[in-house]
């Protein structure tokens, strides 16, 4: 399968609006730290949301929530695997996204026949303090060469000016958030990000 080359991740559903009008079509919701009848209203309104606007919605980590409320892919972390029903996602056709970082990670998620495996941090991140060093551009390539087809996304201090770099060493998605949310006009931000992603697609993808 082939997904949008653009995933920026926020943490509200308002933040999806925000981006709606720059054409981004895949976006992940990462909300921590809400009670749950507040978090399933977050979930909700971003799916109506994606849904309205032809995005596809990845919901970090809460996947009950998201088998139930239907949504189109959870993101999950390596601690998440050990209590997710990976097999009842399959089943409702709800797709899957795994976090990697080292040799043993992406062993694991194989195992799953994941829609997706991330790699990261590739970059120092302003996000979070990280146990892992950064990945840098040559594990891009490496991981790229034993995923084979199935999507690669780059995750972890990539800006616009690195993108790229990380198309080029071989990731097939860049996962982005400081670098739009932060930015002074969001908007605009993340329609550079498409842009330079369109001008760096293979021709086959691009067609």
């Known amino acids: ?47 109506e949301c994606c849904f309205a ?3 596809q919605l990845v919901v970090n980590d809460h996947w009950q ?8 892919f959870v993101h999950l972390g390596q601690g998440d695997l050990d209590s997710a029903d990976v097999p009842a996602l399959h089943r409702a056709g709800v797709r899957l996204g795994v976090s990697t970082h080292d040799d043993a990670e992406l062993e694991r998620a194989l195992r799953l026949q994941p829609d997706y495996v991330a790699l990261g941090p590739i970059y120092p991140t ?11 551009l040559a594990r891009i390539t490496q991981w790229k060469a034993r995923v084979g087809a199935t999507p690669l996304v780059a995750i972890g201090g990539v800006t616009l000016e690195r993108l790229p770099g990380v198309f080029a060493a ?20 993340a329609r550079a990000w498409l842009a330079v992603a369109a001008a760096t697609a293979p021709a086959a993808a691009a067609a």
Do not use: F, N
């Not at 929530?65 to 189109?72: G, N, S, T, V, Y």
């Not at 302003?126 to 840098?136: D, E, I, T």
């Open 1 to 47: 399968m082939s997904l949008p080359r653009v995933y920026p991740i926020v943490d509200s559903a308002e933040w999806i609006r925000r981006l709606v009008p720059a054409g981004v079509k895949l976006v992940q919701l990462r909300v921590k730290d809400l009670p749950d009848r507040q978090l399933r209203a977050q979930i909700r309104a971003a799916r």
């Open 53 to 55: 606007s032809a995005m």
């Open 65 to 72: 929530l998201a088998l139930e409320e239907a949504c189109d």
């Open 170 to 189: 071989g990731a097939d998605v860049a996962a982005v958030v400081t670098d739009i949310v932060r930015a002074a006009d969001p908007q605009s931000r």
């Open 126 to 136: 302003l996000l979070k303090l990280m146990p892992w060093a950064p990945q840098g």
